[in-house]
T-cell receptor
Framework: GDSVTQMEGPVTLSEEAFLTINCTYTATGYPSLFWYVQYPGEGLQLLLK?????DKGSNKGFEATYRKETTSFHLEKGSVQVSDSAVYFCALKKGGGNKLTFGTGTQLKVEL | EAGVTQSPTHLIKTRGQQATLRCSPISGHTSVYWYQQALGLGLQFLLWYDEGEERNRGNFPPRFSGRQFPNYSSELNVNALELEDSALYLC?????????????FGPGTRLTVT
């Protein structure tokens, strides 16, 4: 079945450091790919998405490119802030069953 | 524009009881989804409703059920509660079907089974 694999956390960075959170997927067909963020005590917020190969999703300084050849959708940000501290989830969705399949989440902690 | 709302915020039940969780989608959204976020198990898809019908179901026992009302709001019922049902239950809605439509999540209902 479909699956998403994320790098293990927690990831601890200093403010203004470069962030990469790796995400790879296994799926048949052509899924859409998403990054969601969950702040402490809250639900999930959609961060960015890409619906086809080579698409780049971007939002709030975060970027991710849909790479079909490597089945990856790595999340990057050039300069993280303390306010970016949260759990980040990579997910895929295909049209048939419409469900999101999530990775296990990566906790990010940004320190001053 | 109001987002997805869920009630109650917290729910405490005893093993064997029934729990009812409610969700109101974003205005204009017809699809509602339920997910369970249990400690150590990650986010698992539970149910998808669209236009009042159950369209897809995750790998959960039949005691997890729900419905969608004519106004597109939804209810999740969990019967014969077990301790391992303790989790954050997240509801999401989307504008349409298909892989390109993103799902918008509510804040969740924290269910605790004692």
């Amino acid at each position: 079945g479909d699956s998403v694999t994320q790098m293990e956390g927690p990831v601890t960075l200093s403010e203004e450091a470069f962030l990469t959170i790796n995400c790879t997927y296994t799926a048949t067909g052509y899924p859409s790919l998403f990054w969601y963020v969950q702040y402490p005590g809250e639900g999930l917020q959609l961060l960015l998405k890409a619906t086809k190969a080579d698409d780049k999703g971007s939002n709030k300084g975060f970027e991710a490119t849909y790479r079909k050849e490597t089945t990856s959708f790595h999340l990057e940000k050039g300069s993280v802030q303390v306010s970016d501290s949260a759990v980040y989830f990579c997910a895929l969705k295909k049209g048939g069953g419409n469900k999101l399949t999530f990775g296990t989440g990566t906790q990010l902690k940004v320190e001053l | 524009e109001a987002g997805v709302t869920q009630s109650p915020t917290h729910l405490i039940k005893t093993r064997g009881q029934q729990a009812t969780l409610r969700c109101s989608p974003i205005s204009g959204h017809t699809s509602v989804y339920w997910y369970q976020q249990a400690l150590g198990l990650g986010l698992q898809f539970l149910l998808w409703y669209d236009e009042g019908e159950e369209r897809n179901r995750g790998n959960f026992p039949p005691r997890f059920s729900g419905r969608q009302f004519p106004n597109y709001s939804s209810e999740l019922n969990v019967n014969a509660l077990e301790l391992e049902d303790s989790a954050l239950y997240l509801c999401a809605s989307s504008l349409g079907q298909g892989a390109i439509y993103e799902q918008y999540f509510g804040p969740g209902t924290r269910l605790t089974v004692t």
